[in-house]
């Protein structure tokens, strides 16, 4: 909570509430074992910002996002989520959660329940919403991810596209301030990876923060306010859109850029 | 010539019957006990205690090396040496139950198991707390998971209730033996057993096919009827993979 008494690298001033990231990352470690997977990481994500992590495989991308949400414990540095710090902050995880949607490589949609139910569980055993309420909330994020028909679907009846849609839609019932998406497109069939970047693409244009683990760049160049680089668990290289794909990348980056361009 | 007669006389008669609700009584108090015999076992090689792993090893390397039997002549037999008396019930429960508790924990960690990784992350992404998600997401996938060879444990258990014979418990083997060897009908009385035996495997199999689709989340779509036959060959068959 009391970001002012705690000791900010010297680059960095403090920020004030108002005009503090919604998510600002501060030179977070994290080994598992003895392999330094994470080096002191740092980000920013401002509100309404869409930020693109990219990075080769093993990286530390995935690890990186779920220090955010707090599925995995960071050994140092700080993670303020809306101007609050909430390093280690396991005891309010539960409620941290609640503000941030997560999307995964495997959908993960819960096999045992219908789209529509997949997307009622939380609102109603975490929001308290009634049964009803959480049916109406799940039928409009439903046509908002472009599958209403598919409402009493289960997963194991619907293709890949539609159930990372639908774990899109699962994520968004929440209300997040906060959306982390990692390589969500990366299971799909290609003729499906489109469906699924236009309604990330039209959320990031309605104003939804979120940070992409993606190494589409079509999706980078059309939504993305800023990219960010990372190998060998360091953050090499953060720059706008534009100053990316106007070439103006250091060598690193843009080495891996022409591998995943080919 | 068998006697049909006989049989039905021996069916409808007091000791039979009270043999046959004998039989049943201990294998449902058996299976209950047993099942939660597993389940904390289950949950003990869950957590990541080395004594507790450690006990349920031995626990389970107990009574699933040794005979059934043995355990039933044990616990009755030996334990009233150290001053420990149990009534013949009491021994032949307590030694099913723990003998099926090892077997259910096997069956109940699999099903734990077969969960994937990844549905718990995603509950817990959403805000649910860690019991929220064990509620709602793990245990009714699991759930589905290990209720055919529950199903089969429990049939199981049935049949072998009837070992508990041998520490004199009048349960519906017993009473036909001592039937048959006073009257010398052995036929008539062993096939009275018998169809006491079936009906309640039957009772059984129904059971689980009716848990089996009240567990199907997709059940309110399917209206398709399954003829009876078809749904009992199924549980036969899932029976087989053991
Ligand atoms: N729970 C874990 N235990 C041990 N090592 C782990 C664990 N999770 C990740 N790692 C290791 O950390 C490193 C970084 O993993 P991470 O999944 O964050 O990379 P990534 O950038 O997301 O890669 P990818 O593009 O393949 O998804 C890998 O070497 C991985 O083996
Ligand atoms: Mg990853």
Redesign the interface.
Known sequence: MNDTTRADPPTRRPATRADAPLLEIVGIDKSFGQSRILKGCSLDVRRGETVVLIGPSGSGKSTLLRCV?L?EPADGGDIFFEGANITGDFAN???I??????V?Q?F???????AAQNIM??PM??LGLSRADAHDVALDLLRKVRISDKA?A?PDELSGGQQQRV?IA??LA?KPKLMLYDEPTSALDPEMIREVLDVMADLSAEGMTSLVVTHEMGFARRAADKIVFMEDGRIVETASSEAFFGGSVNERAQRFLDQILH | MMSLDLVFDYIVSPPFFHGAVLTLLITVTSLFFGVLAGLVIALMQETRSRPLQLFTLIYIWLFRGTPVLFQIIFIYNVLPSYGIRLSAFLSAVIALALNEGAYMAEILRSGLNAVKKGQRTAGLALGLTTSQVMRFIVLPQAARIVLPPMGNQMIGMLKTSALVSVIAVEELLLVANQTASASFRYLEALTAAGVYYLVLTTIFMALQAMLERSLDPKKRRRREKRPLLDRLLLATESADVR
């Open positions: 949400n599925l995880a539960a409620r959660r609640r503000e941030i949607g997560m995964f495997n993960e949609l819960f096999q045992h329940l219908s569980l939380a055993k975490v009493d289960f774990a699962r994520a929440m």
